[in-house]
């Protein structure tokens, strides 16, 4: 027979094991693990608009249950947004580890035409190893509003990366690698070590400017070759 114990302990691990991550504020349209993969996280009706800045820098928190994970910000003018090709992004891809994070949006600066009353939709993408992962949550833009103070977001995850690895950063682009391995044996050996991210005499791989700065390096490489 199961003890109540082991049954608890049971729960307990399978929730962690699926919580993939939560979008905590603003409060999300609707939050079901398995459903997260899909657009929205799986809830495809607007919700109730929740009232946020239209113009001062105002936070987006998360929880993040993968011990390391990258993140980007989408968001929908449209009255009801079905497609993902509704959203255009608003932050770049940055990474997270396990704990809650946050980052900030100034909606009246991104140059969207929005305007006091405007009615806007986020998605907040996530991925920690398991597939894409998605949150929506409902806004009505007001110039006259502040969020609550305990919610505002000290530290900027999307501008102060918390864990830059060259093992998780996006590979260089193929283009560049064939281009330098189809010009000789010490110009591959030297474009694929930097395409790894191995840190090679020299080469400055620690942060992901410094990949991008590689992968810059790799297409130099190509260029000189040919
Ligand atoms: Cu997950």
């Not at 929730?15 to 799986?42: I, M, N, W």
């Not at 010009?183 to 991210?197: N, P, Q, T, V, Y």
Request: some cysteine.
């Amino acid at each position: 027979m199961f003890t109540l114990q082991s049954v608890l302990a049971a729960s307990l691990l399978a929730s962690s094991a699926v919580a993939h991550f939560t979008l905590d504020y603003p409060p999300t349209r609707g939050f079901d693990d398995d459903k997260e993969p899909q657009f929205c996280g799986g809830f495809n009706s607007v919700g109730t608009r929740q009232p946020f800045p239209l113009s001062a820098a105002a936070p987006v928190w998360i929880d993040s249950h993968h011990t390391l994970a990258s993140v980007a910000t989408f968001v929908s003018t449209k009255a009801a947004p079905s497609n993902f090709s509704d959203f255009v992004n608003i932050t770049n891809f940055f990474q997270v580890k396990d704990g809650k994070y946050c980052w900030d949006v100034d909606f009246e600066s991104l140059g969207l035409g929005l305007t006091n009353g405007s009615e806007v939709t986020v998605q907040v993408q996530y991925n920690g190893g398991d597939g894409n992962l998605y949150q929506c949550t409902d806004l009505v833009l007001l110039s006259d509003y502040t969020v609550p103070a305990n919610q505002t977001c000290a530290t900027d995850a999307s501008v102060t990366a918390v864990n830059v690895s060259a093992t998780v950063a996006p590979p260089a682009p193929a283009a560049s690698t064939s281009a330098a391995s189809a010009s000789g044996a010490s110009a591959s050996a030297s474009a694929s070590a930097s395409a790894s991210g191995k840190p090679t005499s020299g080469d400055l791989v620690s942060k992901p400017v410094s990949v991008a700065a590689a992968a810059v390096g790799v297409l130099a490489l190509g260029w000189v070759a040919l």
